[in-house]
């Protein structure tokens, strides 16, 4: 079984910077991919970010592309969600979630694993 674990969620005023942490448990963590993904109130959860099991191969939605980085050790177990000139559109509880391969990664339905969310608040 494999458990996610969000933290470093906060409130911070535009143009700030956050950096998210996912912890991951479960001994094979280097074979999954990752996704972030963000829900704000009263819209679907979107695609943020992905990284693939090595960590060579990573996705941006376009809205942040440039802003965000997503990067990953495993040898610890974790990926992070480096989070640059945040906006009051980035407001949102953001989810990191694990699944094996490529295919539909901003898909949300394709990630078999998810923690539970850690909210970031960017105000104006």
């Known amino acids: 079984q494999v458990q996610l674990v969000e933290s470093g969620g906060g409130l911070v005023q535009a143009g700030g910077s956050l950096r998210l942490s996912c912890a991951v448990s479960?001994?094979?963590?280097?074979?999954?991919?990752i996704g972030w993904f963000r829900q704000a109130p009263g819209r679907h959860r979107e695609f943020v970010a992905f990284?693939?099991?090595?960590?060579?191969?990573?996705r941006y939605t376009e809205s942040v592309m440039g802003r965000f980085t997503v990067s990953r050790d495993n040898t610890k177990n974790t990926v992070s969600l480096q989070m640059y000139n945040l906006e009051p559109e980035d407001t949102a509880v953001y989810y990191c979630?694990?699944?094996?391969?490529?295919?539909?990664?901003?898909?949300?339905?394709?990630?078999?694993?998810w923690g539970q969310g850690t909210q970031v608040t960017v105000s104006s």
């Open positions: 979630a694990a699944r094996a391969g490529y295919y539909s990664y901003t898909n949300d339905e394709t990630y078999d694993y």
């Open positions: 479960g001994p094979t963590f280097s074979r999954y991919s």
């Open positions: 990284i693939s099991p090595s960590g060579s191969d990573t």
